[in-house]
């Protein structure tokens, strides 16, 4: 691809990722709020923000084999447009005043759908943006990420609470429409195209190439011990983020203006943690800025165990914002240099089907503990397993990764003992007992 396709390719992609996610935030209220008005209940609720991550458990084994090995463009537009189809169904769901039943029904298909888009985008940008601008790409997504967070809630409240959950809806189902009219503009690669599998071969390798994933991430052990320390932070944040709606708005369900101060001040932190991201990473290493991100967020949950008010949780959440940004950006960033582009869906998929086991848990645990001891405890529990997290970060080899990059020359992890005690992102190519699966996947070599 040219320069100025890489370009354009790269702005279609920004505009897609804002125009999705905007609409994403509003949803986000709407479905929670929704059930908490049915059914007044704190478990209820968090078992809503549960449901939605359940199929990314199971899916996510196999959606990053599906992006490495069908055209990542066509399954982001699908993937977008079978979205909107669900989302207006909830809307319609809205209309006729159903019962809790079929809108977690709803939220558990949208689950089954978006796990294979988070994987053929990672993979999509990986490659169309050249590996020079990809920590910027990622920081700057982290920021767009972190600026809908900070105007998102408002948006959402403001949606929800005089519009209603229907309107909220039907803006989200637009906006996955305008994603998929967005991406379909991206260049249609005609030459040194990578072969793609057939459906059929690639529903019969799902278990070998997911197995080959696995083999890719524990050959690295930097990827394999992101996977487990992320899997416990996935405990942590989501147990308390599932029961906001109910810890500031009550059993009532009423939103006010409090809720969208408390998530803005998340979007806040993001915005300014991405920010500040790249100009640390030429100061500080990659691992050190991890192992930072971990302990800020123990702080973030601390709080509000010693005071739980709006004040408390709007620092909270701003620490919280900007420990995701400080570690998500120099991560994924590492990631994208370790492992060899034609394999990083299925890498992706499984580094996100893992950790979001523990959402569900958490989420549903989180209500649990809020509704038998109340809100300090809850805050104070998820606190004690980040705590253990952050330990886990700085005395493991992914704490001591010096470089966010791969080096041009690097093809395979060789173990000495150089690289045990300052890993770096070394690019891995898949396990040789797998070179039959990959030679499939790719086609041609590149």
């Not at 599932?242 to 998340?266: C, E, T």
């Not at 994208?336 to 549903?364: E, I, K, M, N, S």
């Not at 209500?367 to 397993?385: I, N």
Request: aromatic share 6%.
């Amino acid at each position: 691809m040219s320069d100025g396709a890489r370009r354009r390719d790269e702005v279609l992609l920004r505009a897609a990722f804002i125009v999705s996610s905007g609409g994403d935030w509003i949803f986000r209220f709407a479905l929670p709020a929704l059930v908490l008005q049915l059914t007044g209940s704190a478990i209820s609720t968090a078992l809503t923000y549960a449901v939605e991550f359940v199929p990314y458990v199971v899916i996510g084994l196999f959606s990053g084999v599906v992006a490495d090995r069908t055209d990542r463009r066509q399954l982001m537009i699908r993937c977008d447009a079978v979205s909107a189809v669900i989302v207006t169904g909830v809307g319609a769901l809205c209309l006729a005043h159903a019962s809790v039943g079929p809108v977690l029904t709803a939220a558990f298909l949208l689950g089954c759908v978006r796990p294979f888009s988070f994987p053929a985008f990672q993979g999509f940008l990986t490659d169309r943006v050249a590996p020079e601008r990809r920590a910027a790409m990622n920081a700057w997504i982290q920021g767009a990420d972190g600026t809908l967070s900070m105007l998102g809630p408002i948006a959402g409240v403001a949606v929800v609470a005089l519009l209603g959950p229907t309107v909220a809806s039907l803006a989200n189902a637009v906006s996955f429409m305008l994603s998929a009219a967005l991406i379909s503009g991206t260049a249609v690669l005609t030459t040194g195209r990578r072969r793609r599998a057939p459906l059929g071969a690639t529903c019969r390798s799902l278990g070998a190439d997911s197995l080959a994933g696995l083999r890719l991430v524990m050959k690295n052990r930097g990827l394999r011990w992101a996977t487990v320390l992320l899997t416990l932070s996935n405990f942590t944040f989501p147990a308390v983020t599932a029961n906001l709606i109910y810890i500031v708005a009550g059993p009532d369900g009423r939103l006010s203006a409090s809720l969208a101060v408390v998530s803005a001040a998340q979007g806040l932190g993001a915005v300014l943690g991405a920010a500040a991201t790249p100009a640390l990473l030429r100061r500080f290493s990659a691992g050190a800025l991890m192992q930072s991100a971990m302990g800020a967020m123990a702080v973030a949950l601390l709080l509000p165990a010693l005071r739980i008010d709006v004040g408390a949780l709007t620092v909270a959440w701003f620490l919280a914002g900007a420990s995701t940004s400080l570690f998500i950006v120099p991560w994924r960033t590492y990631r994208q240099g370790a492992v060899d582009a034609r394999f990083l869906g299925r890498v992706v998929g499984l580094q996100r089907a893992v950790p979001f086991a523990a959402v569900p848990v958490g989420a549903v645990s989180g209500g649990l503990l809020l509704t038998e001891f109340g809100a300090p405890a809850l805050f104070a529990a998820a606190a004690s397993v980040q705590l253990l997290v952050w330990l886990g970060t700085r005395f493991s080899p992914l704490g001591r990764a010096t470089s966010p990059t791969a080096s041009a020359d690097t093809r395979e992890i060789d173990g000495t003992s150089a690289e045990r005690s300052a890993p770096t992102a070394r690019r891995i190519s898949p396990p040789r007992e797998t070179e039959r699966v990959a030679a499939v996947d790719s086609g041609d070599p590149e």
